[in-house]
């Protein structure tokens, strides 16, 4: 069982950058590909990010490369995103999920566990 928090959401300008982090509880958190998802209002769930057991791969959504970086730290049991270069159409709750899977993943239903979610809005 992994139990998933996030932080580091909020407003922030728009060519703006925030970091948001998700804590992990759990022994085996290391051995987990971890991603970021984001849904906005109206919209499904999309894939933001994702990366490796041992953060040796990483994988972005086209909408994100250049701009946001997925990071992990096992010893914390954490993964990062930082998010650089925002723009208004980044305005989502971000969700962090762990997959049983050692390689990073993209679709919703590879995930296995799931935070409650971090508002982030970017203003014009």
């Known amino acids: 069982q992994v139990q998933l928090v996030e932080s580091g959401g909020g407003l922030v300008q728009a060519g703006g950058s925030l970091r948001l982090s998700c804590a992990a509880s759990?022994?085996?958190?290391?051995?987990?590909?971890m991603g970021w998802f984001r849904q906005a209002p109206g919209k499904d769930r999309e894939f933001v990010a994702a990366i490796r057991w041992d953060g040796s791969s990483t994988n972005y959504a086209a909408f994100v490369k250049g701009r946001f970086t997925i990071s992990r730290d096992n010893a914390k049991n954490t993964v990062y995103l930082q998010m650089n270069s925002l723009k208004p159409e980044d305005t989502a709750v971000y969700y962090c999920?762990?997959?049983?899977?050692?390689?990073?993943?993209?679709?919703?239903?590879?995930?296995?566990?799931w935070g409650q979610g971090a508002q982030v809005t970017v203003s014009s």
């Open positions: 999920a762990a997959s049983r899977s050692t390689a990073w993943r993209t679709f919703r239903d590879e995930y296995d566990y």
């Open positions: 759990g022994r085996s958190f290391s051995s987990y590909a």
